[in-house]
């Protein structure tokens, strides 16, 4: 299992600060939160640790070695995978076909196995499909494996896009606003598949707004505003943090 640590990560966006010094780490199997007012810089942190951006300044360090200037799919082959803000499913595909394709990048067959559907083709195929299928029983979603994405209720979407993001086999996830648009049971479905998640030793950084979903899964809490850490410490010690309630607790 693998650490993560940002060192005095900052992010420039011409003459906007995206992100000042930020310094954090994530353990094995933590569920840390990452929260604050809107454009303080939350969103921003998931994309320089995922290869979106480059950092101006600071390092983001995974297993003990830089994650500098790696691609995206280079960073998901480091082991770290990420749900976005905004579903993104493919629509169009069962939940099941959407569980595999997160598994493509990881197959052995090249495209001739792939035209020709070679025996090894098709064993790799039932496996994909096998761990595809693990995965939606993870998530409780193996009775919709063969329903369409758009067809499902968007909590089940939510969970799976991480169904998805698990299939790649992460040491950590990173969740952007998992709980948007849930209701309150599809919350607390989904704060028992975090809970899971973390015990299979993988760590969570989650970005939400859904306090009730942050203080009842996290155990540490970092709180950005306009870019800078203002805060960081255990749900109870936030709470009570002057400079958080100012700045986003307290409206
Ligand atoms: N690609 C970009 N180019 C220029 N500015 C950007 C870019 N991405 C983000 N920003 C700016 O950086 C700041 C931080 O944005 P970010 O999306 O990280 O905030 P956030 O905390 O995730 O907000 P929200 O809660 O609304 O999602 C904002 O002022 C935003 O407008």
Avoid: W
Wanted: proline residues 4%; glycine residues 10%.
């Amino acid at each position: 299992m693998e650490e993560l640590h940002l060192h005095d990560v900052s992010v420039r966006f011409g003459g906007l600060q995206a992100l000042s010094e930020v310094n954090f780490s994530l353990m094995p199997g933590e569920i840390v939160g990452l929260i604050g007012p809107n454009g303080a810089g939350k969103t921003t942190v998931f994309n320089v640790i995922t290869g979106v951006y480059n950092a101006s300044g600071g390092d983001v360090v995974y297993g003990g070695e830089s994650l500098r200037g790696l691609k995206p799919y280079q960073v998901l082959a480091k082991g770290i995978a990420r749900t976005f803000q905004n579903i993104r499913l493919f629509q169009n595909m069962t939940a099941l076909e959407n569980v595999m394709v997160a598994q493509h990048s990881r197959t052995n067959c090249g495209v001739l196995g792939a035209i020709f559907r070679t025996p090894a083709q098709k064993r790799e195929e039932q496996k994909i499909k096998t761990r595809a299928m693990d995965e939606l029983r993870f998530a409780e979603l193996e009775k919709f494996a063969d329903e369409v994405a758009s067809s499902l209720p968007y909590g089940h979407q939510r969970r799976l896009e991480i169904a998805r993001a698990l299939a790649s086999d992460p040491s950590t996830i990173l969740l952007d606003e998992p709980a948007a648009g849930l209701n309150p049971a599809e919350s607390s479905e989904l704060m028992e598949t975090i809970r899971k998640i973390s015990a299979r030793g993988i760590n969570v950084l989650m970005v939400e707004h859904d306090m009730k979903v942050v203080m009842g899964i996290c155990q540490k809490l970092v709180v950005l505003d306009h870019g800078v850490m203002i805060a960081k410490g255990n749900p109870e010690e936030i709470q009570k943090n002057p400079a958080v309630i100012e700045a986003y607790l307290g409206n």
